[in-house]
């Protein structure tokens, strides 16, 4: 699934680019009752796709879950205080990148409120039915006039189609765009469920109930009782989203709304069985979405599952897969292709939680290269070397302590990373 | 006090090379009472000091500090079963570098003891009286017969200008030697410190009572009571080492340890106004050096002060300082020096500690940028920015909560950092 290992005088990144976008081309993402459309309003770079708009037909079940990030950007002020307090139902949803509409004071969400009433003026709508999301550079203020100016072509260009383009819309320093679909059959209904999300650095989202600037939008021709949704909606987050990092560095901005317009016609989702098969599509959906934002992280070569098993309990296993997920050492012994396990084994020993080194037992895919707490040998190291030559490996660290288990998914940690934020604003 | 940023063809690294060695090779460091050596014992490279031996010739108070990891080093489970059952005072400590004797089971501990019997026979003192330190490269076991070899021309070569030997010697990714020493005027007694450092990477010490892989030795030629040297050096070492942070990694060997010999015949030593004296020249001597560790850090170019007002306590303080101080996007904002500000905030805002956006306060040296949680304009940015041109600099957020206070002492993270840890081992 990664992109292969760059060729001299070829990025990784480029070479990510041109494989996902044949893809990209050759199919269109559709979901019924949804309408989306990107255009080029010049909020940060000219001609580029900027801004997005994705509208359900009828009112949609509204889930949503944001950064806990305590510094939180206008709109994600705005989406939670909406969610807490309006009906479980919206229309639209605007979304920049460019601009993160974070640090912006009270002028941010003066400027959110403009957007919205303004883009519900020209739909008809409510402006209590638009949510907005923003992604980008922060502490710079919206280009209010310019956006002004692009609500009206957006709208007009609504199409069956557009979601694609709103997938272009939101990337930043993402390399390509990132769609995803599922479909489930429930009863007579044929249910379809489409993701779109971005995000390639500061990427470790724990929302409330998850972390990242990651945005995910989902939208579902299903009908759900919106209670439920948002409880399937966070459990799936935690089980993809939230377990992932790039960097650690948890964004102001992250977001995810899942929108279920109800034009399936299947009776009303509200947990048992049927419940159960549509959060498990949003599950896998979920996940998909989550471990292409880590692919195309910021000077990814390698993409690695983290997992920790033998833990005394669940909290103690995600600490642990945790720090050794975000552990700088680790993630430069990854992108060296080192089967470097003592600095794995240090950054497990940092992670707050007892630890008895006496019982590690680690493995890189099935090669188990540390048992007992010490190394098994050079001809294990050689051959955990040569798994890490691939694109995607595994670590699994057993603690011997107990039964409790957690997985992250993280990448390496390269040079381009640092060329890339070293000159991210200039 | 940084080395000046590198002229094209020339890494910043090799440029502090040159800067210090010319400081090493004009002044010898000696302390009343100690006798030091270094030799090449061939532990991993040929031709290079990498074990060093530190003698005090009367019975010395000792006092240590050592890693919190919960994977710890045999030295470190050796020194801290050692200070907390023994009597303490001790004659020698063995360092090596190029292994850093860790998860190496059993074997480990048995290699130390055969290594310090040995030394001990050799010195006609009793193996009790010996502490070992390691560095290196973990999870491969001593070489113990090429180290057994290099006792005896150790134990011979002691002299009283060895102590500069021993700081080289302790060097693994670190290009300067760090020495330094203080005087104090105590009545009629004149009590010289002198203490040396090593570290580079791996480098956030939090040992017991502090963290980092950081080795210091600290030998002064005052008469002090071992349980109050022991507290004066637990309180130095968490106003200095344990306020660094290099890449957010604690090491497994992370030791700190304070020989006092006596030979100064002073009155003993235990608190009070003379406690006060001799303590403010430790702290100042391990200040010293943890800022040396972080100006030669691994791919270091800046060297930064993260300073917390305003906090509501000394927790929250900490906590928020040491999340900006090892964020990656921080770090590379310092690198690229982007006035960057929206990454300090967002990192701030996920340490853990309720925040008020709308409360803060940020200052690159004097510089406000963000006043009320928004930045105050681009002349104020402009400022910072030719601020960050510099080799050290200041970042103070305040969070408008409260009185209590913190700082960390962090640098910026380069591609040069990358290169040094993607081929550590090879």
Known sequence: MLP??????????????DRYQIKTMTQKTTVRGFRASAVKAGIKYRNRLDLGLLVSTSAAAI?????????????????????KNGPPFIRAVLVNSG??????????LADLHTLCSRLAEEMDIDPSEVLMCSTGVIGEPLPVDTMLQAIAPLVSGLSRTGIDSVAEAIMTTDTVPKICTKTVTMGDSNITMAGIAKGAGMIAPTMDPPHATMLSFIMCDARVNPVWWQEALERAVESSFNRITIDGDTSTNDTV???????????????GSEGDLLEDALADLTQDLASRIVKDGEGVTKCVTIRITGAE?????????????????????????????GRILAAAGRAGVPIRQELLTLRINEIEIVKNGVGTGREAECAAGTAMKKDEFSVTLDLGAGRAEADMLTCDLS????????????
Chains 1, 2 share one sequence.
Request: proline share 4%; hydrophobic share 45%.
């Open 257 to 271: 709304l899942a929108l279920a317009g109800g034009l399936a016609k299947n009776k009303t989702v509200c947990g």
């Open 313 to 341: 309990n669940r909290d103690q296993a995600m600490a642990v897969a945790r720090t050794v997920a975000d552990s700088p050492l680790v993630k430069t012994a990854f992108f060296g292709e080192d089967p470097n396990w």
């Open 415 to 426: 040079d381009e990373y640092i060329h890339i934020n070293a000159d991210y604003r200039t």
């Open 4 to 17: 292969v290992r760059a060729e001299a005088g070829k990025s990784i990144r480029s070479a990510a680019a």
């Open 63 to 83: 889930a949503g879950v944001f950064t806990r990030n305590q510094v939180k950007a206008a709109p994600v002020m705005a989406g939670i205080e909406r969610l």
């Open 99 to 108: 601009n993160a509409n974070a640090c912006t004071g009270p002028r941010g």
